[in-house]
């Protein structure tokens, strides 16, 4: 697989998965917001025409409260001889229009007495269901029942007469009310569109539905299994199978009744089908869809054109490296590009042959030590035996008599001189065979003590002020106590050569929680940065006199305990030598 390849493929398909999830969660938050718009405006509706059917009837059980107590309706005690009750009750069936379908009088033995139907006097009173008490307060003791006769639903009220010349009652005002203005009232409020009304009572039978349900559907005697609040309103989405319909959208409201009349807990059920509803949702989609499309379709090209533009500066990158043979070839001009990526990977790669190059030095570097210890191992060799002899002749020359102080002179200097190429040949043989560590957990603070300890008195006499700085209070880690000892010697030596009078030497330690830090630090003269390289070659030295192998001994001492060393410049202005190891989060 090619890089353009790949990077196309990244890109369509990223492209593709950001086109889809936000045409997904687009279509989601339209359809969310549209239904509960739409189950709002229901629960709404279903409220509005609640409140329609308790204010009618309230008014229709004021108007029994107020009939009952009238003086025309003493006539049921006579029976009702001269007919008045009769016509006063035909004459309220007349004014009412279609509100009621009969209104009687009963009296105490249950026979109709008077009737706005002349056909029902003298008949027995109507025997319709259970009496439920309607609840209110100054709603006399008006009742109400409700059941099924040839014409469909039917709902009755009634209410005592008072005796007005004797305490109890002699009779009843019953009232039909004409179950058709119920249903015109329902089928007002839908007005005929695709929404559908049910009245439900409070046991879940509906009493009631709007022309389209009537059409649809038997919903005569019908039980809804719906979840009917038990005040308020609520919405929710339903299947809508029982009534002719797929999935529904259902607002519902319970009867909260109208001033004194408390209610009957009836339940308005508005819905509409979820085809209807969502509709609009549904004709979006597919705009979004096609927008989405198009969308795609200028993502591919530019997809395209974006991994052309990538792929081709990597491919001539590859060339730019391939161009790279050898160490002091000159770099390759990059071609033009303004991507930032393939700069930084250029500047990168530049980075990597410098850190390839300083490599390479290194490995220079270690051929040379891997010489010099070839030949300090012949040189000890060769130049300990005579050595040897030279000191042994000086020690019998010494004990001789009559020796005159020109004699003795020359023998100290053949004594000192041997002890010089003595340390010559030990500080090569260091150099060329360092002793392998015997690591041990080691208090650095307790080094650090010892060293300074034994150049304190030089120090003083160099008029020096030699110092440390912990960072803690115990520093143990795993190290060689004795080539740990020779290093900060060595490096502290270094730094009272090259400090003058009244100077400053400083000994730093910090750790965190894999790395252990040592610095050395002066405020001499420093080190020039272009020597902060050179100055742990074999033989380099800086110092008048010097053999220029103890920074290198301690390079090495430093490298075998897994640490690195640096040369930088002290806040004092002078030489900091800060050694690092990485200690990989032993306990310390």
């Not at 030590?369 to 030949?375: C, D, F, K, S």
């Not at 405020?523 to 030295?541: C, H, K, N, Y």
Request: with cysteine.
């Amino acid at each position: 697989m090619t890089t353009r390849s790949a990077l196309f493929r990244l890109l369509f398909l990223t492209l593709l998965g950001t086109v889809m999830v936000v045409g997904a969660l687009s279509f989601y938050q339209f359809r969310s917001a549209l239904r509960s718009e739409i189950a709002g405006n229901l629960q709404f509706g279903a409220s509005t025409v609640m409140q329609r059917i308790d204010t009618l009837l309230f008014s229709h059980i004021e108007n029994m409260r107020v009939w009952s107590g009238l003086e025309v309706m003493q006539d049921i005690r006579v029976n009702d001889v001269d007919k008045r009750l009769s016509h006063f009750l035909s004459d309220l069936h007349a004014g009412q229009g279609n509100a009621y379908a009969a209104l009687l009088c009963i009296d105490e033995h249950g026979r109709v007495v008077a009737a706005s139907q002349p056909s029902l006097i003298g008949t027995a009173a109507p025997a319709w269901g259970v009496w439920r008490a309607i609840s209110g307060p100054r709603l006399g003791s008006v009742s109400i029942a409700q059941a099924w006769d040839a014409d469909g639903q039917g709902v009755m009220l009634r209410t005592p007469v008072p005796n007005a010349f004797s305490a109890g009652n002699i009779g009843y005002l019953y009232v039909v009310l004409d179950w058709r203005a119920v249903q015109a009232l329902l089928d007002e409020a839908v007005d005929h569109g695709a929404r559908g009304l049910l009245l439900v009572d409070d046991s879940g039978h509906v009493i009631a539905a709007s022309a389209a349900l009537r059409e649809r559907a038997n919903v005569a005697r019908l039980k809804l299994d719906w979840p009917l609040p038990a005040q308020g309103a609520a919405s929710y989405v339903r299947d809508g199978g029982a009534l002719g319909y797929g999935t529904l959208l259902v607002g519902v409201a319970t009867s909260a009744g109208y001033q004194q009349f408390h209610g009957l807990g009836w339940h308005i059920v508005m819905m509409e089908p979820t085809s209807v509803s969502f509709g609009p949702i549904w004709r979006l989609l597919w705009v979004v869809l096609a927008v989405l499309v198009l969308t795609l379709l200028v993502g591919l090209w530019i997809s395209s054109r974006l991994a052309n533009r990538i792929a081709l500066p990597i491919v001539a990158l590859t060339d730019f490296t391939r161009s790279f043979r050898q160490r002091d070839a000159a770099l390759p001009h990059l071609p033009a590009t303004n991507i930032s990526e393939i700069h930084e990977l250029h500047r990168a790669y530049a980075e990597m042959i410098d850190a390839l190059a300083r490599s390479r030095e290194q490995v220079v570097r270690a051929g040379k030590l891997a010489v010099v210890g070839e030949m300090a191992a012949i040189m000890a060799h060769e130049v300990r035996t005579p050595m040897g002899i030279l000191r042994s002749s000086a020690q019998l020359l010494q004990r001789q008599p009559h020796l005159g102080e020109r004699e003795h002179e020359l023998i100290g200097f053949i004594f000192s001189e041997t002890e010089r190429l003595n340390r010559l040949v030990t500080l090569l043989l260091e150099c060329a065979r360092p002793t392998p560590p015997d690591f041990r957990p080691h208090d650095l603070h307790a080094i650090i003590d010892s060293v300074l300890g034994l150049l304190e008195s030089r120090a003083e006499n160099a008029g020096v002020a030699l110092s440390r700085s912990f960072a803690e209070q115990e520093l143990v880690f795993s190290c060689d106590r004795e080539q740990l000892m020779q290093v900060l010697l060595n490096l502290v030596l270094n730094a009272l050569a090259f400090v003058g009078e009244h100077g400053r030497v400083q000994v730093l330690t910090r750790s965190d929680a894999s790395v252990v830090s040592i610095s050395v630090v002066d405020d001499g003269p420093g080190v020039p940065e272009a020597l902060r390289q050179a100055i742990f070659d074999p033989f380099f030295s800086r110092r008048e006199g010097g053999i220029g192998l103890g920074l290198t001994i301690v390079q090495q001492v430093v490298h075998v305990h897994g640490g690195e060393i640096t040369v930088g410049e002290s806040a004092w202005g002078g030489a900091s030598f800060n050694l690092q190891f990485v200690v990989d989060g032993q306990k310390r």
